[in-house]
């Protein structure tokens, strides 16, 4: 698991976080630093390739 208060520092632009994200990291990541925007593409999916409309919900509203 990723030590996400190492990311705390101000950075410019701001940061646009990729990877090993879905709903289950994501809370802790806000709460840890502010984030521009976000990129979950492979946390949201059942299969390679294949979008998960469920998890794509359950991300969304852990955000």
């Known amino acids: 698991m990723f030590d996400w208060s190492l990311a705390k520092v101000a950075l410019d632009p701001p ?3 990729v990877d090993g994200l879905n709903s289950d990291t ?3 990541v ?5 984030l521009y ?7 949201v999916e059942s299969a390679k390739g294949v979008k998960d409309i469920n998890k794509i919900k359950r991300f969304l509203l852990h955000c």
């Open 26 to 28: 994501i809370t802790d």
């Open 15 to 17: 940061i646009i976080l």
């Open 37 to 43: 925007a976000v990129d979950i593409s492979s946390g």
């Open 30 to 34: 806000i709460k840890q630093i502010n």
